[in-house]
């Protein structure tokens, strides 16, 4: 059972703008430990979105941008488009399991 | 292009033992931690470990110390992962990716993220 919650589906019709949250604790996103966000598209590998809450990785659109406020992140896709369509996923670390701690995942869905 | 390239699926019965490699190219590989995440049918990412070629330190996930071992060649550039005696509940997808991070919002291992991941592998466990 993960320590980082995210809502299981969120969905939005072309060019929306859609947020994910990943909810954490004082032990994880409420510290120094960053978050994190991948990107799985069906069949394939993770692949890193967004790293250290707001940082793009080069290559990934600036459709793409992270937040962190308190014990809480998100990630907001703007310009839906029906390639975004993929599992996301926070990742932080947690100081109280000692442990590099995934969210449970959230499905976005192309109207 | 910096890459983690994976073995091939495995299909093994409960009880037996299995290696599972990653071998990384186009990058240091000694310097750069290594992690193993499990993902399971229709499941989320779980962190299994993460050993650092360069002297193999290595740092398991509470819930997989003592389930599998994690190891490192450094000569060939490779990272594993073995089971002794593998369950029907090891079927899963494992995948490896280069865990790190760099600049100003790093504060130690704490601060990791995984920037580079292999295609995974497949393990099937069934009698």
């Known amino acids: 059972q993960s320590v980082l919650t995210q809502p299981p589906s969120v969905s939005g019709a072309p060019g929306q703008r859609v947020t994910i949250s990943c909810t954490g604790s004082s032990s994880n996103i409420g510290t120094k430990a960053n978050v994190h966000w991948y990107q799985q598209l069906p069949g394939s590998a993770p692949k890193l979105l967004i790293y250290?809450?707001?940082n793009r990785p080069s290559g990934v659109p600036d459709r793409f941008s992270g937040s962190k406020s308190g014990t809480s992140a998100s990630l907001a896709i703007s310009g839906l488009q029906a390639e975004d369509e993929a599992d996301y996923y926070c990742?932080?670390?947690?100081?109280?399991?000692?442990?590099?701690?995934f969210g449970t995942g959230t499905k976005v869905t192309v109207l | 292009e910096v890459q983690l390239v994976q073995s091939g699926a495995e299909v093994r019965k409960p009880g037996e033992s299995l290696k599972i490699s990653c071998e990384g190219g186009?990058?240091?590989?000694?310097?750069?931690?290594i992690a193993w995440v499990r993902q399971m049918p229709g499941k989320g990412l779980e962190s299994m470990g993460i050993?650092?070629?360069?002297?193999?330190?290595?740092r398991y996930s509470p819930s997989f110390q003592g389930r599998v071992t994690i190891s490192v060649d450094t000569s060939i550039s490779a990272a594993y992962v073995q089971w002794s005696s593998l369950q029907v509940s090891d079927t899963a997808t494992y995948y490896c990716?280069?865990?790190?991070?760099?600049?100003?919002?790093?504060?130690?291992?704490?601060?990791?993220?995984?920037?580079?991941w292999g295609k995974g592998t497949t393990v099937t466990v069934s009698s």
């Open positions: 990742q932080s670390y947690d100081t109280a399991l000692n442990d590099y701690v």
């Open positions: 990716a280069r865990a790190g991070c760099r600049g100003a919002t790093c504060y130690g291992s704490q601060s990791y993220y995984m920037d580079v």
């Open positions: 250290a809450g707001i």
């Open positions: 186009e990058y240091n590989f000694a310097t750069s931690w």
């Open positions: 050993i650092y070629p360069g002297d193999s330190e290595t």
